[in-house]
């Protein structure tokens, strides 16, 4: 099943960035959560900020091979 997040921009896929080769924990308490593929840090989940930022989901989403 498919889960969604609802935005006044519009509805978003829920994409875990965590399981992204992509993301990354910066330690820094104001912004924890950092994205290499678009070379940023954020007090929130990458791909809520891009799409907020953009309107469009995150299109540099690469799962990690375990």
């Known amino acids: 099943m498919v889960k969604f997040f609802r935005f006044k ?13 992509y993301y990354f924990v910066t330690w820094e308490a104001q912004k924890p959560h950092g994205c290499k593929a678009y070379g940023f840090k954020s007090p929130q989940i990458p791909s809520m ?13 690469v799962e990690k091979k375990l």
């Open 9 to 21: 921009e519009g509805l978003m896929k829920r994409i875990n960035c965590r399981k992204c080769i």
């Open 49 to 61: 900020v891009v799409f907020k930022s953009s309107g469009i989901e995150c299109s540099m989403f």
